[in-house]
């Protein structure tokens, strides 16, 4: 069976060759995605995952390389790609004035769905998450989790096969994580559909996926079952600072009582949940404006053989 999504050699550019600023968003990274997956984007902020979301949906045209989603070129394709695909983006954005039930009833009509069908449609995803009372009311009102829970009917209407949740719950609260946490369950148990988040938090990776690809500075270091990943291979990880070096007082004031331990340019992580935290490290350090060159799973052995490297030299 062929995959539904395949990332073939995928690399993107920001910035032609005679402007100043010339980013690399990503690097050669390459995944299957088979009908009915859960997978998880993990990585810290700016690793290359809201790209990828993007380049699936056929938003962003790639450098090199391309994206297969049932066959069709994503970027080639994109009209015939959108039908089969939900996308709940970081950044929301809807009609903060319309009345809710009017924006579904607008989406389901786009998705190509009968007056009965979109009225049916508007009905059910309202009351999948809790916001049956809404239908006349504008998001304008709604506090930031509603909105978000809103966002989701927007992203699920027209019952696609695929759905993208790009940083799905990162400011919503409790009721509303639950929401999104059932509507995942439901969509792969019951519907095979195939579900494809990205996060920095590995709590809500762990709960809404089964299978983690974990990405850094836009290449994929890890992609296993997440399980596997968390408990087994990342329990030590280190992440490599840029040459031009802070001193420890400055790693200490950005970091804060996070576990680490210094090696010259290297900030070793060693605890359970030695990724979450590396994340953790890596945001931190980015917002004090540290640079980071990367980060990765620690190997005991490769401290070793750099030690004997040394020595030998």
């Not at 089969?84 to 809710?100: A, H, K, R, V």
């Not at 992580?269 to 350090?285: F, P, Y």
Request: glycine share 6%; net charge positive; with cysteine.
């Amino acid at each position: 069976m062929d995959p539904i999504i395949n990332v073939e050699n995928l690399s993107k550019i920001f910035g032609n060759y005679l402007s100043r600023a010339r980013v690399t968003s990503l690097r050669d990274i390459s995944f299957k995605v088979n009908k009915g997956d859960r997978i998880c984007l993990f990585g810290p902020n700016g690793a290359g995952k809201s790209t990828i979301m993007k380049s699936i949906m056929g938003l962003i045209k790639p450098t090199n390389g391309q994206i297969l989603v049932k066959n069709f070129n994503a970027y080639r394709k994109q009209l015939l790609v959108k039908k089969i695909i939900g996308y709940l983006p970081s950044d929301l954005n809807f009609y903060l004035e319309t009345p809710c039930g009017e924006s579904l009833y607008h989406f389901g009509a786009l998705r190509g769905l009968s007056r009965k069908e979109v009225k049916e449609e508007v009905n059910r995803l309202l009351e999948m998450v809790g916001l049956e009372i809404w239908a006349d009311l504008p998001p304008k009102l709604m506090s930031s989790g509603m909105r978000q829970r809103f966002s989701l009917a927007l992203a699920t209407i027209g019952d696609p096969e695929i759905i993208l949740f790009d940083e799905p719950i990162s400011f919503i609260d409790v009721q509303g994580k639950l929401k999104i946490y059932q509507l995942v369950h439901e969509y792969v148990k019951d519907k095979s559909k195939t579900i494809i988040m990205s996060t920095h938090n590995i709590q809500d990776a762990m709960v809404m996926s089964d299978r983690i690809i974990v990405i850094d500075r836009g290449q994929i270091i890890i992609d296993g079952p997440i399980t596997e990943v968390v408990t087994k291979r990342c329990k030590s990880m280190e992440i490599i600072l840029a040459s031009d070096l802070p001193t420890k007082k400055q790693i200490k004031n950005a970091i804060g009582d996070e576990q680490y331990e210094l090696a010259g340019r290297k900030i070793i992580v060693k605890a359970e949940d030695a990724l979450q935290i590396a994340v953790n490290v890596v945001n931190k350090l980015k917002a004090s404006n540290i640079p980071v060159f990367s980060f990765r799973p620690f190997v005991e052995q490769r401290r070793k053989e750099s030690k004997e490297t040394e020595e030998e030299s």
